[in-house]
């Protein structure tokens, strides 16, 4: 097929408006897939994929198009997930492409994600096809989504294609719409070298790491030699092909085409995703633009359950590794959870959709520690440090400042909604920049928040305070200097290591409250009383006290003098003191889950 007839699109949206099964359309509609192999959400081939109802990874696949003129054409579509924890995966997709399907719901209208998405590809030039999804819905505004269309991402409201993609209203105006104004393949003339653009990876077990490739300029076969910009890597190439579907063999892969390549590296950690190849003995002078590191934001840890599975848990790690650039793991212990792992996350969803995998296909049992970011702390002898788990935070005494990670945040709210929002924002130590009123219905705020405080609860109460119809795109900000402290837990004067966390000075006395609750709640009662408690360095700021298990002593005596009574009481209380002072409080494992469940 020629380079003229060739279109690379992607489709993006925020999350749920429809992606995936707009791509099972246009499959459906060009014949790359016969009726009966058709099924729903065909390009999700996870599971979890599936059963969310979301998009985790990146999926590549041509389609044989014939025009109502008679001119065939080739297209490469990439189907890219929409959560903001995946937006470095849509940012390499959209490198790969010329153009972009821009799809919005059309009963929920421009979301946070929906400009996220539309400014990326707009910031890499692409050609932006708007289409109004599931038009057909009862709920469904076409005329208020148009004129968002307009107002907020500032795209002509005629250039948009309406569109349904459960009923199939539309699609051969979409296809018509990619081959008559979307560009042909870019850079295909650059006379440097070849460039090829890594925008994902996965590990096979036959065939080691297939990498998914687009062919900017030049050519790679079968028997090449090939080199990895970025570091000088070598390798050689194994085999080439296409997605149609599935994985199919070709000879040669040209430019402008998309498709995978096996060479003979065998670890995933060796190929960077957005790393450009070029050939080992005529290297191209310039790399593909855009190529940046993927760096974890969320920390957690992850130990099993039951300690033998030690050595299961990382072999499965091992693997998930390999389909997964963006997932970092080193070994740890603890003494209160035995041995395990300090993973990275993107976000918050990615350790969810991770530590669900591992218990799924791998079948462990598993428990996760209360998920933490990368703190910067100066010491006072000028040595600047990352720490990413409150046990490794030095001495107070050596402190001298503590950096925290902020976003920006852009939250997309109903009107009626944005003084509880402010309450939330305020209550998570951020900062509203500025608003900005959207239409009659919908406003836009530009929030400055401290990463910490969104880990955990932050979306669930957006969505249940605006009702479902609130959204939230975010992107690293700077690192910002505040009152942080690590806050203990300790039981009968023993800190907890499991339990240990960094927060604001502010917040800490609230947090270690609620937990010495929590655990006074889980916890066994002993034999003598037991002292749970909250601190800061060598401060008390919370306590809870667990009540002594009584043994009556003074049953057998009936009648005669109180001091006999006295004098057995007095005994036993002697007893405890000594109990207590020699005694050891086990915390038992339903106790660490019970308690990091409920702060998770």
């Given at each position: 097929m020629s380079l003229q007839n060739t279109r690379n699109f992607c489709i993006i949206a925020h999350i749920d408006h429809g992606k995936t099964t707009l791509s099972d359309r246009l499959l459906e509609m060009t014949n790359t897939i016969e009726q009966r192999e058709m099924k729903e959400q065909l390009l999700d081939s996870m599971d979890l994929e599936r059963e969310r109802g979301i998009t985790i990874k990146s999926h590549p696949v041509m389609l044989n198009y014939t025009a109502p003129d008679g001119e065939r054409y080739t297209l490469n579509l990439i189907d890219t997930p929409g959560h903001v924890d995946f937006a470095y995966e849509v940012s390499r997709s959209l490198a790969a492409c010329e153009g972009a399907l821009l799809l919005i719901d059309a009963s929920q209208g421009v979301e946070a994600q929906t400009v996220a998405n539309a400014n990326l590809a707009m910031s890499q030039n692409l050609t932006i096809i708007p289409v109004i999804n599931k038009v057909d819905l009862p709920s469904a505004n076409v005329d208020h989504v148009l004129q968002q269309l307009e107002d907020v991402l500032a795209i002509p409201a005629e250039d948009a294609v309406l569109a349904s993609g459960k009923s199939g209203i539309g699609i051969q105006d979409i296809l018509n719409g990619i081959t008559a104004k979307l560009p042909s393949p870019r850079w295909a003339e650059y006379e440097g070298g070849t460039r090829v653009l890594i925008f994902d990876c996965v590990y096979d077990s036959y065939k080691g790491v297939i990498c998914y490739v687009r062919v900017f300029s030049g050519s790679l076969k079968r028997g090449d030699q090939v080199m990895m910009m970025s570091?000088?890597?070598?390798?050689?190439?194994?085999?080439?092909?296409?997605?149609?579907?599935?994985?199919?063999?070709?000879?040669?892969?040209?430019?402008?085409?998309?498709?995978?390549?096996?060479?003979?590296?065998?670890?995933?950690?060796?190929?960077?995703?957005?790393?450009?190849?070029?050939?080992?003995?005529?290297?191209?002078?310039?790399?593909?633009?855009?190529?940046?590191?993927?760096?974890?934001?969320?920390?957690?840890?992850?130990?099993?359950?039951?300690?033998?599975?030690?050595?299961?848990?990382?072999?499965?790690?091992?693997?998930?590794?390999?389909?997964?650039?963006?997932?970092?793991?080193?070994?740890?212990?603890?003494?209160?959870?035995?041995?395990?792992?300090?993973?990275?996350?993107?976000?918050?969803?990615?350790?969810?959709?991770?530590?669900?995998?591992?218990?799924?296909?791998?079948?462990?049992?598993?428990?996760?520690?209360?998920?933490?970011?990368?703190?910067?702390?100066?010491?006072?002898?000028?040595?600047?440090?990352?720490?990413?788990?409150?046990?490794?935070?030095?001495?107070?005494?050596?402190?001298?400042?503590?950096?925290?990670?902020?976003?920006?945040?852009?939250?997309?709210?109903?009107?009626?909604?944005?003084?509880?929002?402010?309450a939330l924002i305020m209550e998570k130590r951020g900062v509203c920049e500025n608003t900005e009123t959207l239409d009659e219905d919908r406003v836009m705020l530009h929030v400055m928040l401290p990463l910490n405080e969104i880990l955990v609860d932050f979306n669930d109460r957006l969505k249940s305070i605006t009702k479902g119809y609130g959204s939230m795109d975010y992107e690293l900000s700077d690192y910002q200097e505040n009152d942080l402290v690590k806050l203990d837990i300790m039981v009968n004067g023993e800190t907890i290591d499991a339990f240990s966390s960094i927060c604001h000075r502010e917040k800490a006395p609230f947090k270690g409250r609620a937990l010495c609750a929590k655990l006074k709640e889980i916890l066994p009662r002993q034999l003598y009383k037991v002292a749970l408690q909250g601190a800061i360095g060598g401060k008390i700021i919370a306590r809870e006290t667990i009540s002594a298990m009584r043994k009556d002593v003074t049953a057998k005596c009936y009648g005669g003098d109180i001091s006999r009574k006295r004098k057995l009481l007095d005994k036993q209380k002697e007893g405890k003191k000594r109990m207590k002072q020699i005694g050891k409080v086990s915390i038992p494992q339903e106790a660490f889950v019970d308690i990091l469940k409920s702060s998770n």
């Open positions: 570091d000088g890597t070598r390798a050689e190439i194994k085999e080439v092909g296409v997605f149609k579907p599935k994985m199919q063999t070709t000879a040669f892969l040209d430019a402008g085409n998309v498709g995978y390549l096996v060479t003979n590296i065998k670890e995933v950690a060796d190929i960077k995703i957005g790393d450009t190849i070029t050939h080992y003995t005529n290297p191209a002078k310039d790399m593909l633009p855009g190529y940046q590191e993927v760096r974890p934001m969320v920390f957690s840890g992850i130990y099993p359950i039951d300690t033998s599975d030690y050595e299961k848990l990382k072999v499965s790690m091992g693997k998930l590794r390999l389909n997964d650039a963006a997932f970092t793991y080193t070994a740890e212990s603890s003494v209160a959870l035995g041995f395990g792992f300090r993973c990275g996350f993107l976000g918050l969803l990615h350790m969810e959709i991770i530590t669900e995998r591992i218990r799924r296909e791998y079948g462990l049992d598993i428990i996760t520690t209360y998920p933490s970011v990368v703190y910067r702390v100066s010491k006072t002898d000028g040595e600047e440090i990352e720490v990413d788990n409150p046990t490794n935070l030095p001495d107070p005494a050596e402190i001298e400042t503590i950096s925290e990670p902020t976003i920006k945040a852009t939250l997309h709210i109903p009107n009626g909604s944005i003084g509880d929002i402010l």
